[in-house]
């Protein structure tokens, strides 16, 4: 069944567009150039560009450089695109042309194109509305692609610090919960000193505070915006008041605290924040993954690991192994992770490869950037909700490692010294006897003494060494 279309016409010549769509000309020359990936823009990447249009045709209208008719129409267009009325006419891969400019012109095209509908045209017939002349015054890809994908990061980064505050508050509850739990701590893998369950998991939580933190210091980079710079940060055909104006309606809008930079020439040649923001999505993806191999590794078993805690049983985990289960979620957030520091690389490369008056690779950015954020807000939701939450404490296996490790040894170096309290570690090693037990038999201090020393619990906090050891042992007055 042959496609319905209408013929318009771009400064290249003439083009056959689907009659039943928004987007015109260049959207869809873009379309036919770059049958790349398949994936488009990303939902909030869209809202932006129409929260921008809007600002901009709010701002033109009230200093008499859009007539109120043709703002008016534009204006309710572009609330469309904010609501998501228009999704489907984004269609733009999201590898493309330098700079984002067929993104953005499809934005132009779409929003012209409602906005001639609104005011009872024909779609095409830009006499009414046109997509550079009234829908793009005073604007430039130059200002306005960089300007949505700082907006669009800045409001992802909202709802992904909403997920890792519920992940951050549900390994502090963790902490709470195991606190009275001791294990044995490990180094290199290997026997260390005995900690509690409680304080791992409530170092995770610390870990992901630390995490949100960094993601809000970027996010005070992407407020500062380059809008109203149009072309190469010149702000040509742009009134002296419009980028202050812009910036304060494009707030209101989006509802973020936006800033208008001091140096559009710098907001357009580089893109740093983008960089920021993409290095703190890849901070927090490495702390995910240390965590998550840690929960794995904690969880490993049951018969054959640690099996110091168990996970939440979500699915079946082998096609031929009867009643084995994996550690899902770990392994999804490690491999969510591996994505996003690889999306940091290419930002990174992105970023780096501006010339001159403006940084052409913006398109990867923005993809990489949202891509990152979305992903990493989604792993985080259900890794809370379905796991983390569900983790629970095998107290039997975790008791038997605390008294086991041979590690407890170290309580003893104040006492007899590092050379022989090494001794009692090894033959800990090699007889299988727990260190407590060898040192109880070579009648070092009295038991009463003894049994306070190589206390676990004690061992995990700052404790002074015992007075009446030292002085017994000869060691109080060194």
Same mark, same amino acid.
């Given at each position: ?5 209408? /013929?318009?016409?771009? $400064? ?66 572009a609330e469309e695109v904010i609501q998501g009325k228009m999704d489907g006419?984004f269609v733009v891969d999201v590898y493309q042309a330098g700079a984002g ?10 929003? !012209? ?33 960089? /300007? ?7 409001? *992802? ?26 294990? $044995? ?39 500062? *915006? ?11 055909? %742009? ?20 800033? #208008? /930079?001091?140096?559009?020439?710098? !907001?357009?040649? $580089? ?11 890849r901070n927090l993806a490495l702390e995910l993954i240390r965590i998550t ?10 018969? %054959? ?12 985990? $082998?096609?031929?192994? #009867? ?23 290419? %930002? ?11 940084? @052409? ?20 939701? @259900?890794? /809370? ?26 309580? *003893? ?35 009463? *003494? ?29």
């Open positions: 069944m042959k496609v319905k279309t209408r /013929t318009e016409k771009d $400064s290249l010549g003439t083009v056959e567009v689907p009659a039943d769509r928004y987007y015109g000309a260049q959207t869809q020359r873009a379309v036919e150039n770059y049958p790349i990936s398949g994936y488009r823009a990303h939902p909030l990447l869209i809202r932006a560009m129409g929260m921008i249009k809007k600002a901009a045709a709010r701002t033109n209208r009230e200093l008499g450089l859009l007539d109120a008719r043709r703002a008016g129409a534009i204006i309710k267009a006419e400019v067929s993104f953005h012109m499809n934005t132009n095209e779409v929003i !012209a194109n409602r906005a001639i509908e609104l005011l009872g045209g024909r779609r095409g017939d830009y006499t009414v509305v046109h997509p550079n002349d009234h829908v793009n015054f005073g604007q430039s890809t130059n200002d306005v692609f960089p /300007t949505a994908m700082r907006l669009a990061a800045l409001m *992802l980064f909202d709802q992904l610090l909403d997920t890792l505050a519920e992940l951050e508050r549900a390994f502090a509850r963790k902490g709470k919960e195991f606190d009275h739990l001791l294990k $044995s701590g490990r180094t290199h893998l290997m026997d260390a000193v005995p900690i509690r369950l409680g304080q791992e998991f409530a170092a995770y939580a610390t870990a992901m505070r630390r995490a949100a933190v960094v993601l809000r210091q970027a996010q005070e980079m992407l407020r500062e *915006l380059g809008l109203g710079g149009s072309a190469v940060g010149t702000g040509v055909n %742009t009134h002296p008041q419009y980028q202050r104006r812009v910036v304060r309606h494009l707030s209101r809008i989006s509802g973020q605290r936006l800033i #208008p /930079t001091d140096d559009m020439r710098y !907001a357009m040649q $580089s893109n740093l924040a983008m960089s920021v923001a993409s290095a703190a999505l191999n840690d929960l794995r590794l904690l969880a490993s078993g049951p018969n %054959t690991g640690l099996a110091e805690i168990t996970l939440p049983a979500l699915q079946p985990g $082998s096609s031929i192994m #009867p009643g084995k289960i994996n550690p899902v979620m770990g392994e999804l957030t490690a491999m969510v992770g591996f994505q996003v520091v690889g999306g940091d690389v290419a %930002t990174a490369l992105a970023v780096q490869a501006g010339q001159l008056e403006l940084n @052409v690779m913006m398109p990867t950015m923005a993809w990489n950037v949202l891509h990152s954020a979305e992903i990493l807000k989604n792993t985080i939701r @259900v890794l /809370t909700h379905k796991c983390v939450r569900g983790i629970t404490a095998n107290e039997k296996r975790l008791k038997y490692y605390a008294e086991a490790t041979i590690s407890l040894a170290a309580a *003893l170096n104040p006492y007899i010294g590092y050379a022989a309290a090494a001794e009692i570690a090894k033959e800990s090693v090699r007889t299988g006897r727990t260190v407590t037990e060898i040192a109880l038999e070579k009648k070092l201090l009295d038991e009463k *003494l003894l049994r306070k020393i190589l206390d676990p619990y004690r061992m995990t906090e700052p404790s002074p060494p015992v007075k009446e050891a030292l002085q017994k042992t000869g060691r109080g007055s060194r």
